[in-house]
């Protein structure tokens, strides 16, 4: 059973950034690739990046590329989500979860965390 705690939300500004941190525990944290994920109020939980075992391979979702940057530090069994020139739209609550699969399902996730809250301001 993998346990997962997100940190670093928090209320910003439009075009500032923020620095995501997910701390894996209870587990064997190379053997999950790992994926940041959000949801907004009223609307579906959507698919933000995505990282393998390794690190070596990312994947982000169309509207997240060249603003968003995902990472892991698999010493410290950490994965970061880096995100720039924040927009109004970003305003969600984002988790982070592991799984066994490549994909950018939240359904094929095995693990959550319990979310943490990011609201952008105009």
């Known amino acids: 059973q993998v346990q997962l705690v997100e940190s670093g939300g928090g209320l910003v500004q439009a075009g500032d950034s923020l620095r995501l941190s997910c701390a894996a525990s209870g587990g064997t944290f190379t053997n999950y690739h790992m994926g940041w994920f959000r949801q907004a109020p009223g609307k579906e939980r959507e698919f933000v990046a995505a990282?393998?075992?390794?690190?070596?391979?990312?994947n982000y979702a169309d509207s997240m590329k060249g603003r968003f940057a995902i990472s892991r530090d698999n010493a410290k069994n950490t994965v970061y989500l880096q995100m720039n020139s924040l927009k109004p739209e970003d305003t969600a609550v984002y988790y982070c979860?592991?799984?066994?699969?490549?994909?950018?399902?939240?359904?094929?996730?095995?693990?959550w965390g319990q979310g943490t809250q990011v609201t952008v301001s105009s």
């Open positions: 979860a592991a799984g066994n699969l490549w994909t950018m399902s939240p359904h094929l996730y095995m693990y």
């Open positions: 990282i393998t075992v390794s690190g070596g391979t990312s």
